[in-house]
């Protein structure tokens, strides 16, 4: 397996555009969890999934932000509109269970 | 609730010198607690973990022992090198608040030779 695929790696917008990042996870793995890293807070978790289903969104920031998992192989995590103060690295993981969390290497977000 | 405190950063060292960096946790049930890595520019990968309590999760000359009297999980390692130099997260996962991971605020650790 390729492992958790996020893209793209690095994403640069304006200030007010819409944003969508990705996320592949491993197959089986019924686990999806949205992770925001930036310096200031860490790493925090916006959401995570169990078997497709929202289990808790408590980390998403604000209505701006969304996550979906339509399939089990495929989640988005959307920001509309975008700000500066959302310029983080975002990472996804899933895991098939407590034992381990696999991570994808990160979209790069900047918004200017 | 759930929560992991680790050592504040960032740490420097000479190469060869012995390494601790302090992880305590607190939880509700009897989670099972891991050590993560970062290098520059990468996701995280798991470094060592362990289920119980007492166990011992080893790995590239790291260890960490579960002591649940002192609810601690400390990374240690020998013998350091500048391959070594990352960021290290100390992470928690309790079956009772849902399998989700709890992550550390991370330690910077930088070898110089």
């Known amino acids: 397996d390729a492992g958790v695929i996020q893209s793209p790696r690095h994403e640069v917008t304006e200030m007010g555009q819409e944003v969508t990042l990705r996320c592949k996870p491993i197959?089986?793995?019924?686990?999806l969890f949205w992770y925001r890293q930036t310096m200031m807070r860490g790493l925090e978790l916006l959401i995570y999934f169990n078997n497709n289903v929202p289990i808790d969104d408590s980390g998403m920031p604000e209505d701006r932000f969304s996550a979906k998992m339509p399939n089990a192989s495929f989640s988005t995590l959307k920001i509309q509109p975008s700000e500066p103060r959302d310029s983080a690295v975002y990472f996804c993981?899933?895991?098939?269970?407590?034992?381990?969390?696999?991570f994808g290497q990160g979209t790069r977000l900047t918004v200017v | 609730g759930d929560s992991v405190t680790q050592m504040e950063g960032p740490v420097t060292l000479s190469e060869e010198a012995f390494l601790t960096i302090n992880c305590t946790y607190t939880?509700?049930?009897?989670?099972?607690l891991f050590w993560y890595v970062q290098y520059p520019g990468e996701g995280l990968q798991l470094l060592l973990k362990?289920?119980?309590?007492?166990d011992k999760g080893s790995n590239k000359g790291f260890e960490a022992t579960y002591r649940k009297e002192t609810t601690s999980f400390h990374l240690e390692k020998g013998s350091v090198q500048v391959s070594d130099s990352a960021v290290y997260f100390c992470a928690l996962s309790d079956m009772n608040t849902g399998n989700q991971f709890y992550f550390g605020t991370g330690t910077s650790l930088t070898v110089i030779p």
């Open positions: 939880a509700t049930g009897y989670p099972s």
């Open positions: 362990a289920t119980k309590a007492d």
């Open positions: 197959s089986g793995h019924d686990y």
């Open positions: 993981a899933s895991s098939p269970d407590r034992t381990e969390a696999f």
